[in-house]
């Protein structure tokens, strides 16, 4: 499966990334505020412009410190330059393409040109977006950021949209050409993902049966996703480590919130993610919210339940932490979950067999009749809702795609369809096509709308 190009936002803080970001991807996913730093969360989505797909990050994610000086006119403080040296370093290792973002009212500053150093270095395209140039009056401020030698330089304002599509026009441009797959790769491609020192790196040596990632106790040690293949009775796999995920609030500047988009491009990589929870801790808030990541993907799910063998059990010990976990992630109720031991190898040889069996219902397609059949027989036993004394109509469906299950019910009255309605009939669904581990995607059409997505 092939990445999209990653495009990176990176400059001081406060000269309105994360806006341009929102702008960019056309959602507000980026905290906005007039104080710097303030990015905490979402910093990578997808976008496209004209036809071309990439992959957009956005570095403030990377500039949260409780050290740095948030006078935003102090760009020359000892604290804060070494920190955008380091932001930029991080953007050059796995950015295709750089944007550069400076504040066009407040004129060329000593960090835009640190920054602007360390970007000539690398031998990736860079462009110069001189942002909050409002007016036709303010465009001329733009011509000072040329002496930063990176090429042109763009002014737009990413909270009005002047000027963006130039840019993005430019962005397109510069991506590099994608490298052709020297062969077909038919492994099914496992993401490992949870809190740091949950157990990843052990697991990883365990299933592949060597040494082969490092092993430490200090939380954080994987720093970069990292692939391993193997055969499993005849079957070829591909293994993805990934750097844990910190709670919110607590990772570090740099190479720790970097981790965080390593780990959120392995798992737009992945087929299935196996995500750990530590046995002894329980479930936390990171955990649900590395689960409501997987959510958001088309990825299998595989709960794997660490350090089993540290937990003092009885004979409910087992049937009573299923159930917790099946209360708390009651958002993927469809997750197999298993109970190991990464270190002592207990039950890990489970774990292939109910990936085969994920991944199998990831690509699971039915017969046209057999859900037809299923509609009228679902529709029968639980008439659909009603509305001034008329009912949505169903007239047929049809699976489009897979990876994950994709079907689409013709009806009269799509906007009728309520929530408890579509869990209704994903709960019958289920019943009769179990889909083990895997989101099944379900949308209501006009019956004139004879194709899925027009």
């Known amino acids: 499966m092939s990445i999209k190009p990653l495009v990176a936002l990176v400059g001081r803080p406060n000269v309105g990334k994360s806006t341009l970001f929102n702008r960019i991807i056309r959602q507000r996913l980026a905290v906005v505020s ?12 997808d976008s496209e412009w004209n036809g071309v797909a990439f992959s957009l990050v956005d570095t403030g994610g990377i500039e949260v410190s409780s050290g740095w000086n948030t006078d935003p006119l102090s760009e020359d403080s000892a604290q804060f330059l070494p920190l955008i040296r380091q932001q930029a370093r991080i953007a050059i290792q796995d950015a295709d393409i750089i944007v550069q973002v400076v504040d066009g009212q407040a004129g060329l500053t000593a960090a835009d040109r640190e920054v602007a150093d360390i ?107 990292i692939d391993t293949k193997l055969k499993w009775h005849g079957q ?5 480590d990934t750097a844990g995920i910190r709670r919110r609030g607590r990772i570090d ?12 491009r392995a798992l737009k990589r992945a087929d299935v993610a196996l995500l750990l929870i530590d046995a002894e801790e329980g479930i936390t808030a990171q955990d649900l919210h590395i689960a409501g990541m997987l959510t958001e993907e088309s990825v299998g799910v595989i709960v794997l339940v660490n350090k089993w063998d540290l937990v003092v059990k009885d004979a409910y010990t087992i049937y009573e932490y299923e159930q917790d976990l099946h209360r708390e992630l009651n958002f993927i109720p469809y997750a197999p979950i298993i109970f190991i031991s990464a270190k002592t190898g207990q039950r890990v040889n489970k774990i292939f067999s109910t990936v085969l069996e994920v991944q199998e219902a990831r690509l699971q397609r039915i017969q046209t009749s057999a859900l037809n059949k299923f509609m009228r027989d679902a529709v029968a036993g639980h008439p659909p809702p009603s509305k001034g004394g008329k009912r949505v109509k169903f007239f047929y469906m049809t699976q489009p795609s897979v990876a994950p299950p994709t079907f689409v019910f013709f009806v009269n009255k799509p906007e009728w369809v309520n929530f408890s309605y579509k869990r209704y009939l994903e709960n019958r669904l289920r019943e009769q096509w179990p889909f083990t581990g895997v989101p099944i995607r379900l949308f209501f059409r006009p019956r004139s709308e004879d194709r899925f997505g027009k």
């Open 34 to 45: 007039e104080v710097p730093g303030t990015t905490r969360d979402r910093l990578y989505a």
């Open 253 to 264: 500047p740099g190479v720790e919130k970097y981790s965080v988009l390593r780990a959120m």
């Open 236 to 240: 070829e796999f591909t293994l993805i």
């Open 119 to 225: 970007l000539r270095q690398s031998d990736k395209p860079v462009i110069i977006a001189a942002n909050k140039l409002e007016s036709s009056k303010l465009q001329d401020n733009a011509y000072e950021f040329y002496e930063l030698a990176l090429g042109e330089v763009f002014p737009i304002s990413s909270l009005h949209g002047y000027g963006t599509g130039d840019l993005l026009d430019a962005i397109v441009e510069a991506i590099p050409p994608m490298a052709p797959d020297d062969e077909e790769d038919d492994s099914i491609r496992i993401a490992l993902l949870g809190r740091p020192n949950v157990g990843k790196s052990t697991l990883l040596n365990k299933l592949i049966g060597e040494e082969r990632a490092i092993v430490s106790p200090i939380a954080g040690t994987t720093r970069d996703a």
